[in-house]
């Protein structure tokens, strides 16, 4: 196994970044598939195939063949099958979603993509679920980085979905920021993310986000108050810019503590 995977970041793959080695191929990945049945919400086995031609309408391509279309030599492809594998839930309530989306796009948008299709795209390149309650929660969500990254690190267990930022955690920066749904430590993650999804997401500005690589242990020199006073990459909150949503009366009751005046995350460009 690279060294580089040996990151915390790349701990929900585990059990089969072990079996590949330094040797991914299709026949492996769908011997891993068959193993865990993976389907599509079509009911479509999920098989990983070579590319072929660009298809402009690619996740409609996915949903009714479940051909998801796979260079097993390239990180941000080989990174996608295995979230396949981590997160059947979620990628596939992702993909159906966008099956959906696309013709009603087509009528209504002349193919244009919507703000739900962003959502499913930004988390699906550059998402995370954060396993936490509700007051953790609120820290992410009024960007009181500090204190939750100090004081509350125990507390919370970040699950990294999207392919796009495991891919950049090979050479990991500060500035690296998920867009995040919370979820119950006590209850399956990856049902969790994919029921809200469905039932709650509707625009990019529902997914709060979070510089994952300042948790403890995951980056160099984290841990230390003045590694979180960076605002190139730890940004206090600026108001009117997020939807509180779930845990919004925590989060109205932290924010006085956290100095509220920019956007969160990192200045850089979020992954997706």
Request: hydrophobic share 40%; aromatic share 8%.
């Amino acid at each position: 196994m690279e060294a580089g995977l040996r990151q915390p970041i790349f701990d929900s793959l585990r059990p089969w970044l072990e079996r590949i080695g330094s040797t991914p191929s299709l026949d492996l990945l769908n011997s891993f598939s068959e193993e865990k049945n993976l389907k599509s919400e079509s009911g479509k086995a999920i098989r990983f195939v070579p590319p072929s031609a660009s298809d402009p309408y690619y996740e409609v391509q996915v949903y009714e063949t479940g051909q998801v279309q796979t260079r097993p030599d390239n990180r941000h492809d080989l990174f996608n099958a295995l979230a396949w594998l981590a997160f059947p839930k979620t990628k596939a309530r992702i993909n159906a979603m966008h099956a959906a989306e696309i013709p009603r796009e087509r009528e209504t948008r002349g193919g244009q993509r919507g703000r739900l299709r962003d959502l499913l795209t930004i988390f699906d390149e550059g998402g995370a679920i954060v396993a936490c309650n509700g007051e953790v929660a609120a820290l992410v969500r009024q960007a009181c980085w500090s204190e939750l990254f100090l004081e509350h690190h125990r507390e919370l267990r970040i699950v990294v979905v999207g392919h796009a930022v495991l891919e950049q955690a090979f050479a990991p920066h500060p500035g690296i920021t998920c867009k995040v749904i919370f979820a119950d430590p006590a209850r399956d993650l990856d049902s969790q993310a994919a029921d809200w999804l469905a039932t709650e997401g509707q625009t990019p500005h529902d997914l709060p986000p979070l510089p994952v690589f300042g948790y403890p242990g995951w980056f160099e020199g984290n841990g230390q108050a003045g590694f979180y006073a960076d605002q190139r990459y730890f940004r206090p909150l600026r108001r009117g810019k997020m939807r509180l949503g779930v845990g919004q009366a925590a989060a109205v009751s932290v924010g006085s503590q956290c100095g509220a005046e920019e956007s969160p995350g990192s200045i850089e460009r979020d992954a997706g």
